[in-house]
């Protein structure tokens, strides 16, 4: 049984422990709350950048239609982009987005496809570096940026518009994690090229008939690699939401396991010095009863 002191020392230490925790679960509950604002805040710009490029594609096909657009006809070649946290203590933040990622992966080699990764994330890039060492061909370091920006997102998109026009893919996938609430953030994979184009609302009333200048090719040729740089800025923000989610969490839940220890060792801290003040109190009794 440890000593006294030692229990002294231990009680101590899981109190430093929470204190630490504590300011941690705080700190990640106030950047929660802007990290939150802005990602709720991206995603109209994005829901309205898709749906005018849904109405341009709609006016567009065959052989003019934009590379980002139509893809290059094939499903050989696969680069899944892979984001989530450059740091820890947020429980399974990380490891569900690989999670999902290594799925698909596994997937596409055992269906004979040639598949690449780029890491965003430090986290990312140590748990793939081991399974696919060769086949990370970028790893991005976000730990630096407060914010998120385009000018962050834009570096990632210069990547994968750099290899889609050498050829060297066909398909792009990211996988991040959508934060729907505090409690709920959903691992997800979004296809980046091919573009995936969604649906407009029909509309209710008389329609306009709409001619541009200059073409809808010339108009698409220049809001798709804008479009792929909003999508990967606009999951970026959701992981950081979803981080400071995760963390608060972890940190409250680790926050309360240091209180229940912390009871658990001054209880038995108690009976201890309990147990030791009762054999003094006998053997003093003892030896004046000999005398």
């Known amino acids: 049984m440890a000593s ?16 630490i925790t504590k300011a941690m679960q705080m700190v990640a509950a106030a950047k929660l709350r802007r990290s939150q604002d802005a990602a709720e805040a991206a995603r109209p710009y994005a829901r309205r950048l898709a749906s005018v490029i849904a109405n ?33 203590l947020a429980g399974g ?3 569900s987005i690989v999670r999902a990622a290594r799925q698909h992966i596994d997937g596409l080699i055992a269906q004979g ?45 210069d990547v994968v518009t750099r290899l889609y026009e050498a050829g060297d893919i066909d398909v792009v996938t990211l996988f991040y994690s959508r934060f729907k609430s505090v409690v709920i953030q959903t ?32 108009i698409l040729e220049t809001l798709l690699p804008r479009n792929l740089t909003v999508q990967i800025l606009s999951a970026l923000l959701d992981n950081m939401a979803g981080f400071y989610a995760s963390q608060m ?37 003892s030896g004046a009863e000999a005398v």
């Open 249 to 285: 969490t972890a940190m409250d839940n680790a926050t309360r396991n240091a209180g229940d220890m912390i009871k658990r060792y001054t209880l038995e801290y108690n009976r201890s010095r309990q147990a030791q003040i009762t054999k003094e109190l006998i053997e003093i009794i």
């Open 93 to 95: 933040f990380t490891s």
């Open 56 to 88: 341009l594609a709609a006016g567009v096909s065959g052989d003019g239609a934009p590379a980002l657009l139509t893809g290059t006809g094939r499903d050989d070649r696969h680069l899944i982009v892979v984001a989530a946290a450059d740091r820890g």
């Open 4 to 19: 006294l002191k030692e229990m002294r020392n231990r009680i101590s230490s899981v109190k430093a422990t929470q204190k």
């Open 113 to 157: 496809k040639d598949v690449r990764i780029v890491c965003v994330g430090k986290k990312v890039s140590a748990q793939l570096k081991r399974p696919y060492g060769d086949k990370v061909v970028e790893n991005f370091d976000l730990s630096a940026y407060r914010q998120f920006t385009l000018s962050v997102a834009q570096p990632i998109a």
């Open 187 to 218: 691992p997800t994979a979004l296809q980046l090229i091919p573009a995936t184009v969604e649906g407009v609302d029909a509309p209710t009333g008389p329609t306009a008939v709409y001619e541009y200048e200059p073409s809808e090719e010339a």
